[in-house]
């Protein structure tokens, strides 16, 4: 969870009347300054129907002394127009919140709960590890145990440095990559999100081939200029890029299945495509998998695609809940960071042994055999479900799932990059987060968020989940 979460909301309020950008990769852009037109059409509902007495008094406590009540910006709600429940408890695939209320959660801590709220074996290697000491700043077993399992899982990974977030992997892996190739520049795709890293924080739905003005007041548009956005599953923008600023790009980061614009997957034959064209270019072709690793499938979507990265991004699920990143890639590139060469990153809290350990408990509990094509099917019979309750009730949306990962989007087009979610119809999305809400389904407060599933969901969560999206969609057809 993260400040993107405005950021994309702001990326998507500037759409208004933009257009899909032509064959050439140049976006043709049209009126851009409407700012919140397709929200305005809408009201928000009045706060009180969104959470009880009590957490709006937390809330309105918090507001006092933390900008916006909130530590990251969406968990404000803005989008949804109320006040968020504030949370007191979770276990297994519920949350309950200090009035008592309580929510079958999709949410999961934005994606690292794979078993589910306080699991009885990650809560007990938590415990087990605050025993021995909460920190030490040098060398423990735990680190060398997670390296040695991700690098096995993941096939780009020989060498893997942990950090304490998705953000800090990120920016520490282009680091590595201009290290490595001497080049500045780096694109991305527009709704991709990839932490707040400050050169990463650029206006999206713009031309392919232009330098990024910044996003977020007080990023020096210096920085964001090191950035190109480009649509995402547009190949022919990618190359365009390349063409422009031949010998200039050091890498291209990319969610390859894009779980910050709802949840949109890669076109056949896109991520090949763009690792051929990062070869040809000598760039860096970089997964940002702190959403998709360990998400998708044990070992990430490279396993699954069979695409491999030279860098890859870690975070989330690796963390259990508890805050770790990690990145990673061959050993010829990894040399490069100090104390081994002269790229340098470091942090207090790297590794640390609790952190380290929830991470542990949680990929022990995701390896058993079966565990992904078990969760993945279970999920799949909720996706369809919904998907049947939108049919007979005359709703148009789109669902879509990868691995425990899944999304919605309500549309009758497919759904391929940012544009056509930003072309939905945003105001049904409210209507339907909000009456699930009410029903005790708690879906992101953002209609460019994935939503999670766990193990600790099952049968009567899925009885539960179509129940309540059968009397929801039944009053917006
Ligand atoms: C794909 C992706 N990369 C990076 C990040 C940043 O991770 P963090 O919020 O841990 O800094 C996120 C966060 O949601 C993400 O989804």
Redesign the pocket.
């Known amino acids: 969870?993260?400040i993107?979460r405005d950021f994309s909301d702001r990326k998507s309020q500037r759409a208004g009347g933009c257009e899909r950008p032509g064959a050439d990769g140049h976006a043709r852009v049209a009126a851009c300054q409407v700012i919140g037109r397709a929200d305005d059409a809408c009201m928000p509902p009045p706060a009180h129907r969104l959470s009880g007495p009590r957490s709006r008094a937390l809330f309105a406590a918090a507001c006092r002394v933390i900008p916006g009540g909130v530590n990251?910006p969406v968990r404000a709600w803005k989008r949804l127009g109320g006040h968020p429940p504030v949370i007191a408890s979770g276990s297994g695939a519920w949350m309950v919140d200090v009035d008592g209320r309580r929510y079958c959660d999709y949410v999961l801590s934005?994606?690292p709960l794979l078993l589910g709220h306080a699991h009885p074996a990650v809560v007990a290697a938590v415990e087990r590890a605050a025993q021995h000491g909460l920190s030490f700043g040098a060398c423990t077993p735990g680190e060398g145990r997670l390296a040695a399992l991700l690098c096995r899982a993941l096939p780009s990974m020989q060498q893997v440095r942990l950090v304490s977030?998705?953000?800090?992997?990120?920016m520490s892996a282009l680091r590595l990559a201009r290290a490595v190739t001497g080049r500045e520049l780096v694109i991305k795709c527009d709704g991709?999100?990839?932490?707040?890293v400050d050169a990463l924080l650029v206006a999206a739905g713009s031309g392919c081939a232009t330098l990024q003005q910044p996003d977020s007041a007080g990023v020096p548009p210096a920085f964001a200029a090191t950035t190109l956005s480009i649509p995402y599953n547009d190949i022919t923008a990618a190359e365009t890029a390349f063409r422009r600023h031949r010998g200039r790009i050091a890498a291209f980061i990319i969610?390859p299945v894009a779980?910050?614009m709802g949840l949109i997957l890669p076109a056949p034959g896109y991520l090949a495509a763009l690792r051929a064209l990062c070869t040809r270019h000598g760039a860096l072709l970089l997964f940002?998998?702190?959403?998709?690793g360990f998400r998708t499938a044990w070992g990430g979507y490279q396993r699954l695609c069979g695409v491999t990265p030279d860098l890859t991004?870690l975070?989330?699920v690796i963390g259990g809940g508890m805050?770790v990143?990690a990145y990673g890639g061959a050993r010829t590139l990894m040399r490069h960071l100090a104390p081994q060469g002269d790229c340098y990153q470091a942090g207090t809290l790297s590794g640390n042994p609790v952190a380290v350990a929830a991470g542990l408990a949680t990929l022990a509990g995701a390896r058993r055999p079966g565990f992904f094509p078990r969760q993945a099917a279970r999920l799949t019979r909720l996706v369809s479900g919904l998907r049947d309750a939108a049919r007979r009730h005359g709703v148009a949306l789109q669902l879509s799932q990868a691995g425990t990962m899944w999304g919605f989007t309500f549309t009758d087009r497919p759904v391929t990059d940012l544009i056509c979610v930003q072309q939905s119809d945003l105001a049904r999305w409210r209507r339907f987060t909000v009456g699930m809400l009410s029903e005790g389904v708690y879906l992101a407060p953002s209609p460019y968020e994935a939503a999670f599933w766990s193990s600790a969901h099952g049968e009567g969560e899925i009885r539960h989940t179509l129940a309540a999206a059968d009397r929801v969609l039944a009053g917006m057809g």
């Open positions: 969870m993260s993107r990251s934005w994606g977030s998705g953000t800090e992997a990120t991709c999100y990839h932490g707040h969610e779980g910050n940002d998998e702190v959403m998709t991004c975070g989330k805050p990143g």
